[in-house]
């Protein structure tokens, strides 16, 4: 397994939509394994493959921070949303914004697995928030884009002009 390095804003990389994974072998494997040893080695608690310079459609999440207990979604899909509600968010790409915004507390999700069976889960609270932020990035997403625009604009300004 490998630790791999996390891009960060500005990357454009950050802002192309990811494909869909149609191999599921020992490449893509390691590669889940490379992106779950990121995850704990950067104590975080999801960790998109774009995020890493991959543009496969793959996340992981542990929104335990724990370590523990890793999951990966392969191909994910949010097919039901419910609960709206506002709630703190950070990201690695985006080092040093914290921020709230608008998520769901309850989803239903349908991915594959690193071997390519589906399955369909039901996910709340954190796991559900920390799964729609992760699937943002799949998207090209930012989750600074989901910010009022007045947060948005002081964060860039505040980016530009470190000093003052």
């Not at 709630?87 to 998520?103: A, D, N, T």
């Not at 997403?141 to 964060?155: E, I, N, S, T, Y």
């Amino acid at each position: 397994m490998s630790h791999l390095p996390v891009l960060e804003y500005p990357d454009n990389r950050l802002r192309e939509k990811a494909v869909p994974v149609t191999d599921f072998g020992p490449a893509l494997r390691k590669q889940v394994d490379d992106l779950v040893e990121t995850l704990c080695a950067s104590r975080a608690i999801g960790l998109a493959a774009p995020q890493t310079g991959s543009n496969a459609r793959i996340i992981v999440v542990d929104a335990t921070g724990s370590g523990r207990s890793p999951m990966a979604y392969i191909n994910p899909r949010i097919m039901a949303r419910h609960l709206w509600a506002v709630v703190e968010e950070s990201c690695l790409s985006l080092p040093g914004l914290e921020g709230k915004v608008k998520r769901c507390l309850r989803l239903t999700i349908e991915a594959q697995d690193p071997y390519g069976t589906p399955f369909s889960r039901q996910l709340e609270d954190m796991d559900a928030v920390v799964v729609q932020h992760e699937i943002d990035h799949l998207e090209g997403v930012l989750f600074v884009d989901r910010l009022p625009l007045w947060r948005q604009l002081a964060w860039r300004w505040r980016r530009r002009n470190p000093a003052g």
